[in-house]
């Protein structure tokens, strides 16, 4: 890999992996079963230059901010490339947003520059708040012949001639500006610098390193942390190849593994726990003769990797299984949110090392990392090379909020000093999630401080964020509790959002309200949805400016009212 | 070419049986990830599904968004 310790900047460390593996493939980009591109780093430069070149003669100034809403393809890649050759800042945006919430966060980065699938465009453009777009060059990609494309460019016929030239950066220099929730009230913007990414590179490819050869399958959005440093970065800077899907079929990305002989994947834990579904419905599927050896086997394969784990000899002892992710995958790696032990250790049974970790968006993207020496489901593994962790105030049995000061750890949140100076304190990140370390420095999470939820598909989501939906909601009063939040479990999964409402005088919690409250939560994203509601029999506490103190009515409610009052929405 | 309330209709058949929910239980503007009881990656599955009952095509972004049956049919009938 490219020593990235000689490097300032995500653009001179890209430029030079395109220059030092011209012939090795660093991209495939496939729809089902078609094969749509594969480039070599030399074509990637050569696709990359014409755009570069562009956006040189757009007067892209560096600094400028260029955000891009795409599903996982090539020119999501080539795009962010060219962002960086030219100086600039990458605002990657989540494509699953609503074209509002896309806008929203367009204004808040105020991104000059825009790439964005046909689709998506459409969507913006029919948006009523459409006229509010600050963005100045829109260039479209795979836009059908004919279509009207609002004043935005074709991404493909944006090109010009001639060699760009690389505009030098500092370490210090913003490189991303990443959104990690907040398309509510308020949108917290994670400013990343050069440094923070060049750092964790390092640290993460000490522990899981990539080479020429090396096929990495790109299922999560590249917008998120972990597919943008382990689906992009980690990969080029050691000439190692991406491979897109354009669906996410289940089908096809098991087809994919074996096609492409997958060396590395990473998941959330929804997707693991569908592969899982998936493998046991087969083996269930068996002869009951077959079905015994399976079992034995798989018994030998747990006893001999127990301390660590022997690939080589599990793809020799389990072939069947190991030809099915393509008899070449070396770990699945998943983070983002609570991933079942039970499910992680199925897979290492079989003989495939599951990379469980821990990290959040303003920690660049990981904190800590399973090394498999041995093997731990019950942990979110060990601090990173570089990362030092540590347990805030612990109570009696060790766990406290936990804390990270690291070179990964972000500048601050855009333009908003006030949150930045209460999470980053004294150099540390503080996480809101609650921890402690055991006997041989592992983290086990036991749930959190905050008033949020990750979803399996790890998504954040504040309360904040779905509140406004529920905006003139026929009652006295309303607030939105993540369930944790409310009801500490110390432990992590079963998260949810509840709606607590407070009716007015005389008023019944009637069918017809539910019917709203339904109606109303159907408005939301599915993933974003309320989970149930309850109805609080005292007015909320609030200051004097009206705002509902949050922390003060989640206790009381917690002391007031069990769990299992909440019904389900 | 079937109109859509026949699309709806014979989604919700197929639906209700490929994941054995009572088809009297799945309404037009219902959220089928609740009624069917599914996640993001099972919706793509019955996307699959189909997609080979109709004998077409449709991108991953079609279900972007879409929660309700009716809307599904709709973006169904547009491909038909």
Same mark, same amino acid.
């Given at each position: 890999?490219?020593?990235?310790?000689?490097y &300032? &900047?995500?653009g001179?460390a890209?430029?030079?992996?395109?220059?030092?593996?011209p012939n090795?493939?660093?991209l495939?980009?496939?729809?089902r079963?078609?094969?749509? #591109?594969?480039?070599?780093?030399?074509?990637?430069?050569?696709?990359?230059?014409?755009?570069?070149r562009?956006l040189?003669?757009a007067?892209?100034?560096?600094?400028?901010?260029?955000?891009?809403?795409m599903?996982?393809?090539?020119?999501?890649l080539?795009?962010?490339?060219?962002?960086f050759?030219?100086g600039? #800042?990458?605002?990657?945006?989540?494509y699953?947003?609503?074209?509002?919430?896309?806008?929203?966060l367009?204004?808040?980065?105020?991104?000059? =520059?825009?790439v964005?699938?046909?689709?998506?465009?459409?969507?913006?453009?029919q948006?009523?708040e459409?006229?509010?777009?600050?963005?100045?060059?829109?260039?479209v990609?795979e836009?059908?012949?004919?279509?009207?494309?609002?004043?935005?460019?074709?991404?493909?016929e944006? *090109?010009?001639?001639? !060699?760009?030239?690389l505009?030098?950066?500092?370490?210090?220099?913003?490189?991303?500006?990443?959104?990690?929730s907040?398309?509510?009230? *308020?949108?917290k913007?994670?400013?990343?610098t050069?440094?923070?990414?060049l !750092?964790?590179? *390092?640290?993460?490819?000490?522990?899981?390193p990539?080479?020429?050869?090396?096929?990495?399958l790109?299922?999560?959005p590249?917008?998120?942390?972990i597919?943008?440093?382990?689906?992009?970065?980690?990969?080029?800077?050691?000439?190692a190849?991406?491979?897109?899907?354009?669906?996410l079929?289940?089908?096809?990305?098991?087809?994919?593994?074996?096609?492409?002989?997958?060396?590395?994947?990473?998941l959330v834990?929804m997707?693991?726990?569908?592969?899982?579904?998936g493998?046991?419905?087969?083996?269930?599927?068996l002869?009951?003769g077959?079905? =015994?050896?399976?079992?034995?086997?798989?018994?030998?394969n747990?006893?001999?990797?127990?301390?660590?784990p022997h690939?080589?000899?599990s793809?020799?002892?389990?072939?069947?299984v190991?030809?099915?992710?393509?008899?070449?995958?070396?770990?699945l790696?998943?983070?983002?949110?609570f991933?079942d032990?039970a499910?992680?250790?199925?897979?290492?049974?079989?003989?495939?090392?599951?990379?469980?970790?821990y990290g959040?968006?303003?920690?660049?993207?990981?904190?800590? %990392?399973?090394?498999?020496?041995p093997?731990r489901?019950?942990? #979110?593994?060990?601090?990173?090379p570089?990362?030092?962790?540590?347990?805030?105030?612990p109570?009696?049995?060790?766990?406290?909020?936990v804390?990270?000061? &690291?070179?990964?750890?972000?500048?601050?949140?855009?333009?908003?000093?006030?949150?930045?100076?209460?999470?980053?304190?004294e150099?540390?990140l503080?996480?809101g999630?609650?921890?402690?370390?055991?006997?041989?420095?592992?983290?086990?999470l036991?749930g959190?401080?905050?008033?949020?939820?990750?979803?399996?598909?790890?998504?954040?989501?504040?309360?904040?964020? #779905? !509140?406004m939906?529920f905006d003139?909601l026929?009652?006295?009063?309303?607030?939105?509790f993540?369930?944790?939040y409310?009801?500490?479990?110390?432990?992590?999964?079963?998260?949810?959002?509840?709606?607590?409402?407070?009716?007015?005088?005389g008023?019944?919690?009637?069918?017809?309200?539910?019917?709203e409250i339904?109606?109303?939560?159907?408005?939301?994203?599915?993933?974003k949805?309320?989970?149930?509601?309850?109805?609080?029999?005292?007015?909320f506490?609030?200051?004097?400016?009206?705002?509902?103190?949050?922390?003060?009515?989640?206790?009381e409610?917690?002391?007031?009212?069990?769990r299992?009052s909440?019904?389900?929405? | 070419?079937p109109t859509?309330d026949?699309?709806?209709?014979?989604?919700?058949?197929?639906?209700?049986?490929h994941?054995?929910?009572?088809r009297?239980?799945l309404?037009?503007?219902?959220?089928?990830?609740?009624?069917?009881?599914?996640?993001?990656?099972?919706?793509?599955?019955?996307l699959?599904?189909? !997609?080979?009952?109709?004998?077409?095509?449709?991108p991953?972004?079609? %279900?972007?968004?879409?929660?309700?049956?009716?809307?599904?049919?709709q973006?169904?009938?547009?491909?038909?």
């Amino acid at each position: 890999m490219l020593d990235l310790r000689q490097y &300032s &900047s995500l653009g001179a460390a890209l430029r030079d992996a395109l220059e030092r593996w011209p012939n090795e493939t660093c991209l495939i980009e496939a729809d089902r079963d078609r094969e749509k #591109v594969r480039l070599t780093y030399s074509d990637f430069r050569e696709m990359a230059g014409p755009l570069c070149r562009a956006l040189e003669d757009a007067e892209f100034v560096p600094g400028d901010r260029a955000a891009i809403i795409m599903t996982n393809q090539s020119k999501w890649l080539i795009s962010a490339y060219s962002i960086f050759f030219c100086g600039g #800042v990458l605002v990657p945006l989540d494509y699953k947003l609503t074209a509002a919430e896309h806008l929203q966060l367009l204004a808040h980065s105020k991104a000059r =520059f825009l790439v964005v699938e046909y689709y998506l465009w459409r969507a913006i453009t029919q948006s009523p708040e459409f006229a509010k777009l600050t963005t100045e060059i829109v260039l479209v990609t795979e836009a059908p012949v004919g279509a009207d494309l609002r004043g935005a460019y074709r991404w493909e016929e944006f *090109r010009r001639k001639g !060699e760009p030239k690389l505009v030098a950066r500092e370490r210090e220099d913003t490189a991303c500006i990443v959104y990690s929730s907040g398309t509510g009230g *308020r949108p917290k913007g994670c400013v990343l610098t050069h440094d923070n990414y060049l !750092e964790q590179c *390092r640290a993460l490819t000490e522990w899981y390193p990539f080479w020429p050869g090396v096929r990495y399958l790109s299922i999560l959005p590249t917008n998120h942390a972990i597919d943008f440093m382990v689906g992009f970065i980690g990969p080029f800077v050691c000439g190692a190849c991406v491979v897109h899907l354009r669906t996410l079929r289940p089908e096809f990305v098991r087809d994919a593994f074996v096609r492409y002989r997958i060396t590395y994947v990473s998941l959330v834990p929804m997707v693991l726990k569908n592969l899982e579904r998936g493998l046991r419905a087969k083996f269930d599927e068996l002869p009951r003769g077959k079905r =015994f050896v399976l079992d034995r086997l798989i018994a030998i394969n747990k006893l001999l990797t127990r301390r660590r784990p022997h690939v080589g000899f599990s793809r020799r002892l389990l072939p069947q299984v190991h030809k099915a992710f393509g008899g070449e995958l070396r770990a699945l790696i998943v983070g983002g949110a609570f991933t079942d032990p039970a499910t992680m250790q199925f897979f290492y049974d079989l003989g495939v090392p599951v990379a469980c970790g821990y990290g959040l968006t303003e920690a660049c993207t990981a904190v800590t %990392l399973n090394d498999l020496k041995p093997f731990r489901a019950d942990t #979110v593994g060990k601090p990173l090379p570089g990362s030092e962790v540590r347990i805030l105030n612990p109570a009696g049995d060790g766990i406290g909020e936990v804390a990270v000061r &690291s070179r990964a750890v972000m500048s601050h949140y855009l333009d908003d000093a006030d949150l930045t100076v209460k999470t980053i304190v004294e150099g540390w990140l503080h996480t809101g999630d609650l921890g402690r370390f055991d006997g041989v420095g592992h983290l086990q999470l036991f749930g959190r401080k905050k008033n949020m939820i990750v979803t399996e598909g790890g998504k954040n989501i504040y309360p904040e964020d #779905v !509140e406004m939906v529920f905006d003139g909601l026929p009652v006295k009063e309303y607030c939105i509790f993540a369930a944790n939040y409310i009801w500490p479990q110390k432990s992590l999964g079963e998260e949810m959002l509840v709606l607590v409402v407070r009716l007015e005088q005389g008023q019944q919690f009637s069918d017809a309200l539910a019917t709203e409250i339904s109606a109303r939560n159907l408005k939301l994203a599915d993933y974003k949805r309320v989970g149930g509601h309850l109805v609080w029999e005292k007015d909320f506490p609030r200051t004097a400016s009206m705002k509902i103190k949050r922390g003060e009515l989640g206790e009381e409610i917690g002391r007031g009212v069990r769990r299992e009052s909440v019904v389900e929405i | 070419m079937p109109t859509t309330d026949n699309t709806l209709d014979e989604i919700l058949s197929l639906a209700a049986v490929h994941f054995k929910v009572p088809r009297e239980k799945l309404t037009p503007d219902g959220d089928f990830f609740k009624a069917l009881g599914i996640d993001s990656l099972q919706a793509l599955d019955l996307l699959t599904r189909l !997609e080979h009952h109709f004998r077409i095509e449709l991108p991953d972004y079609e %279900l972007q968004g879409v929660t309700d049956f009716r809307t599904l049919a709709q973006r169904i009938q547009a491909r038909l």
